[in-house]
């Protein structure tokens, strides 16, 4: 017997529950670790090459020192060429640190693109902003701050002081000055992060509600040109663009006084440096070598100082992204070690189901109770707002239950691993969304393991093989995202092949004869009694009556909550106050189904006589059974 996986919920205040916990708090830091050799070999790197520095100044001293006072061109010909092979030496290991640093970042994208990608996911099922894109973006910063020159820079920082001793050395008044130098240029720095923080942050809030914005625009193109809403609407987002971009605007006049004043300061002291020279090698303190050598390694000790203060733009952008993606890893769900299961039938229940609008407090069902056998059909109706669609999204896993659960077999749906549950769900959503790709693909869901006679079979289960067959290459046909270059129709029954694929036990569609003309009534008709034969539990969210005579079940949502619920030949008469024929095939009814039908058939806020339901509907339901008899 193959089995099935769900997850486990861990027991509260148990050892486990710590342990992941702490897992979930260091999800970017195990990142950090696994990508901790490259780095360790970029910093051994870095040690040979801040020695190698050292190779201009002693040269230097040499050439003074030695080579003008002896006059010997052998000697002058033996220092350049070990200076010239040092020098090859120092260029071979900057090479060789870029290119470590290079495959460090990349490594660390690849371990945490995936967490951030599923994170972002998440996101996007709870919020209808764009922040969640964000994430992604992040990883990225990160990425070109490792493999690019503000970690060398980094790397480099710590030779500072090692830079400054040897000044020292060579003099105590020369190693007095460039301390001095230092300490002016560190400050510069530490003021930069304190005048640029507030501004940099404040511009990357603005900049990610004018993502919102524009995203929003880009998405309904074709009715904001059609309407003429493209002057307001440009409007609004250029007002929120223009403050993040005053934002940017101040903290880079900032930085870049501030970053004038750095190079003003570094030639000032490279200058120092050179007269406190000249002075002492008239005392006759140091020679001229000493002077020129001084100055050198004076350069080298603030460059990194000087260049971190040039980035500092990107390092505080580093930080934040850092900051942000900690976050929100740390607040996705840890996932346990999976139990193995039968496979699933499809018996739904559910159970005080309560679900909140994203990004609102405002519930958009609440206390939805109901259970379905196997291979039942049930129509869920009622007036537009009602919440049908977002008990579908319930049901299937998209949004999340802020109270009451929905049960597949008896296990929560929040147990199951997102992806085993959804190759074993099909949802077909109001608004059918298919991808860049072909036909074939969206109809696979991407997937790399699904064979072609899979494919061919699902889009037959949802007659829309002939359909495709039509298309300029069939199965190959290559369409945009959204469908682009397919009738509203044709993506829906595409959209409906792409649920039926994998041979789910629980089929969720949402309106799926709306944009669906004569034969594609017939054609989703004819899916129906094919999944109703296969034992497979369907619900359809439904507007239009033409389906009602096939379902077993109809359930009546109104304001968010259950208003009545119960067979097809109970709820007709019902509504319609004559005898319905009924269905010609045995359908079995669980003992809660006529529990709830009967509870609310006795609420004196919903009538058995429907009248708490709109006008609208009723005359559906009178449509459908005219339609059958």
């Known amino acids: 017997m193959q089995f099935s996986t769900v997850y486990r919920r861990p027991s509260k205040g148990g050892p ?75 260029a071979t290991l900057e090479h060789f640190r870029s290119r470590v640093l290079v495959q460090t970042g990349l490594r660390f994208d690849r371990f945490l693109s995936g967490e951030t990608f599923e994170t972002a996911l998440g996101q996007a099922l709870s919020t209808s902003s764009s922040h969640h894109v964000q994430l992604l ?25 090692v830079f400054l001793a040897i000044c020292f050395l060579l003099h105590p008044l020369i190693g007095l000055v460039a301390l001095i130098g230092a300490i002016i240029i560190l400050t510069l720095a530490f003021l930069n992060e304190r005048v640029t923080k507030a501004p940099l942050n404040a511009a ?28 307001a609407l440009r409007a609004a987002w250029s007002e929120t663009h223009c403050q993040a971009l005053k934002e940017s605007a101040t903290a880079g006049e900032r930085g870049g006084t501030l970053l004038a004043i750095s190079k003003f300061l570094r030639m000032a002291i490279q200058v120092a440096i050179m007269g406190v020279g000249a002075y002492l090698a008239i005392q006759q303190e140091i020679s001229g070598g000493v002077l020129f050598a001084a100055s050198l390694i004076m350069g080298r000790a603030l460059a990194p100082v000087e260049a971190a203060v040039s980035q500092w733009k990107a390092l505080v952008a580093a930080r934040t992204s850092y900051a ?88 929560d749906v929040r147990h199951f691993d997102a992806n085993f549950l959804g190759q074993n769900l099909g949802y077909l959503p109001q608004d059918v969304e ?38 300029p290459k069939g199965y190959d046909t ?49 899916a129906i009694q094919r999944l109703r034969k296969s034992k ?35 709820m007709l008469p019902a509504l319609l106050g004559k005898t319905v024929a009924p269905m010609r095939r045995d359908v079995r009814e669980p003992v809660e189904h006529h529990r709830t039908a009967r509870h609310h058939h006795a609420d004196g806020n919903h009538r058995a006589d429907g009248t708490h339901g709109s006008a609208q509907l009723l005359n559906q339901v009178r449509q459908a059974h005219a339609t059958r008899q």
């Open 16 to 90: 486990d529950m710590h342990m992941h916990a702490s897992a979930k708090q260091s999800a970017l830091l195990d990142a950090a670790r696994r990508i901790r050799p490259g780095l360790l070999a970029a910093g051994a790197l870095s040690i040979f090459i801040n020695l190698l520095v050292f190779v201009s100044p002693i040269y230097t001293m040499q050439i003074y020192d030695r080579v003008l006072t002896s006059r010997n061109g052998m000697t002058l010909l033996l220092l350049s060429v070990i200076a010239l092979a040092l020098f090859i030496s120092y």
């Open 324 to 411: 942000r993606l900690d976050r929100a890893l740390a607040n996705r769900a840890t996932e346990r070690p999976p139990t193995r299961l039968p496979p699933l039938v499809g018996e739904i229940s559910v159970e005080a189901a309560t679900v909140l609008v994203p990004g609102s407090q405002l519930p958009a069902i609440a206390d939805v109770s109901f259970r379905l056998a196997p291979g039942e059909v049930v129509a869920v109706v009622g007036q537009s707002g009602s919440g049908k669609s977002s008990l579908a999204r319930a049901m299937v896993g998209a949004w999340p239950l802020v109270h009451g659960c929905v049960r597949i077999d008896g296990n």
């Open 478 to 526: 290559v369409i945009g995202d959204n469908g682009a270059g397919l009738s509203g129709g044709q993506r829906q029954r595409i959209g409906l092949a792409r649920a039926l694929f994998g041979k789910p036990v629980l089929v969720v569609l949402d309106e799926p004869n709306a944009n669906l003309d004569g034969d594609g009534d017939r054609a989703l008709a004819e």
């Open 204 to 231: 990357a809030s603005k900049n990610l509600h004018a993502l919102d914005r524009l995203t929003s625009s880009l998405r309904n193109a074709e009715a904001i040109r059609a309407l003429g809403m493209g002057p």
């Open 434 to 471: 298919l991808f860049a790709g072909t036909v074939r693909d969206n109809i696979a869901r991407f997937r790399d393991d699904a064979s072609d006679e899979a494919v061919v079979e699902a889009a037959q289960l949802a007659s829309a093989h002939m359909m495709i067959q039509r298309l």
């Open 137 to 161: 973006r992040d990883v990225d910063t990160l990425r070109e701050v490792l493999s690019g020159g503000i970690i060398t820079s980094l790397m480099d920082v710590p030779w500072t002081p």
């Open 536 to 570: 497979v539990t369907i619900v359809i969210i439904n507007h239009r009556p033409n389906l009602l005579a096939a379902v077993d079940k109809i359930v009546f949502m109104h304001e968010g909550r259950l208003g009545q619920i119960g067979t097809r030949e109970e």
